[in-house]
Structure formats: structure tokens, C-alpha cells
């Protein structure tokens, strides 16, 4: 179902039942048709479900936002750290190719979230055996290294906290649709068979949202 038809759905939903529940002529006319006040009472409770579920879905969706912003912003800062240590790396090292390909700065970074993850872990796990001579070049404290890579490895961990949240939002999605489904049909068939109960008194049938043509 088509995001931009959801409000008109609970809109439409809620007319007709705040209209039927402040009108007993209608309620009395519906159930002579077969819609008794159970069926009014079905149509209350989808309405609750799919307004409820459509604010659990936004809560989700919002939260996956918020929580893939700040991922973003820790990645970018992660990458300029990690650009700036290999920098210094390619430089000391640059007439060493083994050791630049050991590692693995002897090619271009990887500009896809997943592949740049594992090589800057790659890095910073083998960097330890040849930093000292980037750390006295340069002035660096060892503790730079512990640092960086821990902004790697929750980078991947939240990574899947990322991916649960999707999955979470997807569902939650799954679920509005499902109840808003649910409720459309209710609503047209209560349409149906307002038209039929409700056909000499086409003020009513208005009041439901229900156009009818004029004579």
C-alpha cells in the first residue's frame, strides 16, 4: 500500500465511525442490513490497530535515522583518521612494497561501507609491527593506534545494530499495511452497504464522506 494513501485511509475510517456512533438512525438503518453494532465495534478496533501501528512504525523508522546519522558521522571521521595514518604509512614505507602490501595500503581504498571496514581492521592489526618507525618520524604516542581500531571495530558492531533496525523497521511497516488493508475492506463494505440501507436519505450518506449525485 502506497505511503501517500495511509492518512486518507484513517481519515476516511474515522469520519464514518465518529459520524455512526453520534447518529442512531444511522446505526439502526446499517444494522437492518446486516452491519450491527459488532461490526461497527470490528471497524473501532482495525482503526486503533492500524493508528497505533502507524506510530510504532514512524518511532522505528525515526530511530533508524537517527541511529544511521550517527553512524555516518562516526564512519567519516573513522575514514579521515585511518586516511591520515595510512598517509604517513605509504610514506615512511614507500620504498618498502612488501611491507605496504602486507598492509594492504599497496592500493586504493575501498570506498563501499563493508570492504572499508575490513581493511582499515586489516591495518591497524598489522600496523603494530612497523609503527614505531612511523611514531619516531612523526611523534606519535602507540596509544593512537588502540584508538583508531576501536573506532573500526564499533563502527562494525553498530553496523549490525544498523541492520536489526532495518529489519525491525521493514516489519513494522509489514504490519501498518497489513492493518491499514484490513480496514480499507472494512470501510468498503460498510460503504456498500450504507449506499443500499441508506439510499432515500443521501444527508446521511454525506455524513459518512459519501458522495452521492445530486437528482
Avoid: C
Wanted: hydrophobic share 40%; aromatic share 8%; glycine share 2%.
Amino acid at each position: 500500500m502506497k505511503v501517500q494513501n495511509v492518512s486518507q485511509i484513517l481519515s476516511e475510517a474515522e469520519l464514518i465511525i465518529a459520524n455512526i456512533a453520534r447518529n442512531e438512525q444511522i446505526q439502526k438503518s446499517l444494522a437492518n442490513y446486516g452491519f450491527p453494532s459488532k461490526r461497527i465495534k470490528e471497524g473501532e478496533n482495525l482503526l486503533k490497530v492500524a493508528t497505533q501501528l502507524k506510530a510504532m512504525m514512524e518511532d522505528q523508522q525515526e530511530a533508524r535515522y537517527e541511529t544511521s546519522q550517527a553512524w555516518l558521522t562516526d564512519f567519516q571521521n573513522a575514514k579521515a583518521t585511518y586516511q591520515g595514518y595510512v598517509n604517513l604509512a605509504r610514506t615512511v614505507y614507500r620504498n618498502q612494497l612488501v611491507i605496504l602490501r602486507k598492509l594492504k595500503i599497496d592500493r586504493p581504498t575501498p570506498k563501499q561501507q563493508q570492504p572499508w571496514i575490513e581493511q582499515a581492521l586489516h591495518f591497524y592489526s598489522k600496523v603494530s609491527a612497523y609503527k614505531e618507525a612511523i611514531e619516531q618520524r612523526y611523534g606519535l604516542s602507540s596509544e593512537v593506534w588502540t584508538q583508531a581500531m576501536s573506532e573500526v571495530e564499533s563502527l562494525s558492531d553498530s553496523r549490525s545494530e544498523r541492520l536489526h533496525l532495518r529489519a525491525q523497521a521493514q516489519q513494522a511497516t509489514e504490519q501498518r499495511n497489513y492493518s491499514l488493508i484490513k480496514l480499507h475492506t472494512w470501510v468498503k463494505e460498510l460503504k456498500y452497504i450504507a449506499k443500499v440501507a441508506l439510499k432515500d436519505d443521501p444527508q446521511l450518506l454525506e455524513a459518512l464522506g459519501m458522495v452521492v449525485p445530486s437528482r
